[in-house]
């Protein structure tokens, strides 16, 4: 780091000359000659000042940055690091100073960009080197770490939410169909946790379990409880597509009383097609179980099975995310009247903002076609399901992250009964191992 220091010092003498003010050139070279000394509390100050003259200097951002980096304040230190990279896309010095910091927190492949984009844009050999020396240690990693991957998540969340017109919905089960017209708080608590191993460098096969459980204020018949274990594969292939397939067994009860059993089987096929593009194509076969109770006494109408074909393409890149795709699915029930098509467009951007903030924005067109006249109309039903949703989330660690949300659901029927709209305003803690 020494060499680096010094090289930075000389790299960006000539703009400490060229500022525009003479506070800015004084701070800015204390601060540097403070660094390059490792007398990091002096350099701190200096930069600081600097920053307070002149808060989108590049170099100045930099400085601070590798010193904070320096002194263990890790969330300030990718702050400044990443404005620097923003105000100098191309620097090598700046993906240099990034791809240090993710390596050091065992960010290995996100570090490994950082070092491509330096052999790519740097022109000073001492430069190069340094980032080619990483990457062929991160290379070493690869085949050295392979045995020790981590095969297990755990996600675990709680909160609140209020919504403005309760109607039963789990954590992505099967929807019932009650609409209570009534606002209320419940509590939520979701559980997702996977354990999927190698069996060979390519294939992974292993088991998982979702359980999700909401708690009304006052609605108690519209409380939720849902067991989702499953079996999950993955085919991870070099140079064609990855292949997935997963089984979800569900068992949900809507106020204390069975709701439905149900069994889904869901191959998928991701393409990879480089510069951040990918396509995922998806089936999933869907049977459905329902059973009767005193809330919904007609329920097993509504047996029957789904099918589900949908295509996604998907684009990231470092930060930022995006996608966008279309589903067709097909409801085949025991009484007609609940048999329809679908046609669905889903659509979504992620962001990784400044402080450890994530912006999470999605909509959803879903159109639906009934097939028979519906009792007591002389129409089949028609139905625009319309969704919008915004979120953030906030890391307090690198496991745990609180999050606030809203979420606009709206369905337009020819049915009067089947008519709603809704808000749902959400905050939760969420911990991820």
């Known amino acids: ?75 300030e230190c990718e702050i400044y690091l990443k404005k620097a990279l923003k105000l100098e ?35 000073d050999i001492d430069i190069t080197r340094i980032a080619d020396n990483y990457i062929r240690i991160i290379e070493e990693k690869r085949k050295t770490l392979a045995p020790l991957k981590k095969y297990w998540s755990i996600n675990l969340t709680t909160g609140m939410q209020y919504d403005s017109n309760v109607i039963l919905q789990n ?43 909401s708690i009304h204020s006052k609605l108690h018949d519209f409380n939720v409880q849902q067991h989702l274990p499953g079996l999950n594969i993955k085919y991870y292939s070099k140079k064609g597509p990855d292949i997935s397939f997963e089984y979800r067994f569900e068992y949900t009860t809507v106020g204390g009383d069975e709701y439905v059993y149900s069994n889904s089987f869901s191959p998928m096929i991701n393409f990879k097609e480089g510069n951040g593009f990918s396509t995922l194509l998806t089936y999933r076969y869907h049977i459905k179980d329902f059973k009767n109770s005193d809330l919904f006494k007609e329920n097993t109408e509504r047996d029957g099975f789904n099918h589900l074909l949908g295509i ?61 006249d519906f009792p007591g109309e002389d129409r089949k039903r028609k139905e625009l399901n319309i969704i919008y949703s915004l979120e ?30 809704r808000n749902i305003t959400t905050i939760l803690l969420q911990v991820v191992l």
Not at 172 to 199: C, M
Request: glycine share 6%; proline share 4%.
């Open 392 to 421: 953030l989330a906030k890391n307090l660690t690198n496991n745990i992250n609180v999050i606030i949300g809203w979420l606009y659901d709206a369905t337009y029927s020819n049915i009067k009964v089947f008519d709603y709209r």
């Open 89 to 123: 896309p191309l620097s090598p010095r700046a993906n240099l100073e990034l791809g240090i910091f993710y390596f050091k927190k065992g960010l290995y492949e996100e570090s490994n960009d950082y070092f491509e984009t330096v052999r790519k844009t740097s022109t």
């Open 171 to 213: 954590s992505g089960g099967t929807l019932p169909e009650g609409i209570s017209r009534k606002s209320d708080w419940r509590g939520v608590v979701y559980f997702d946790g996977r354990y999927i191993p190698s069996v060979t460098p390519n294939l992974m096969i292993g088991p998982s379990y979702s359980f999700y459980q």
């Open 1 to 75: 780091m020494i060499a680096i220091l010094l090289v930075i010092f000389y790299v960006f003498l000539p703009s400490i000359t060229n500022a525009e003010s003479p506070k800015f050139d004084l701070y800015l070279t204390k601060g540097v000659l403070a660094l390059e000394a490792k007398d990091y509390p002096a350099a701190v100050e200096n930069l600081k000042e600097a920053l307070k003259e002149d808060p989108d200097n590049y170099t100045a951002n930099l400085c601070y940055g590798i010193t904070l980096c320096e002194t263990g304040r890790e969330t």
């Open 312 to 372: 996604t393409q998907f684009y990231n890149v470092r930060n930022f995310s995006i996608y966008a795709g279309y589903t067709f699915d097909s409801d085949n029930t025991d009484k007609k009247y609940w048999s329809y098509q679908g046609h669905s467009i889903d659509a979504g951007v992620n962001a990784k903002l400044l402080y450890g903030v994530e912006l999470s924005l999605t909509g959803k067109y879903y159109k639906k076609y009934y097939r028979k």
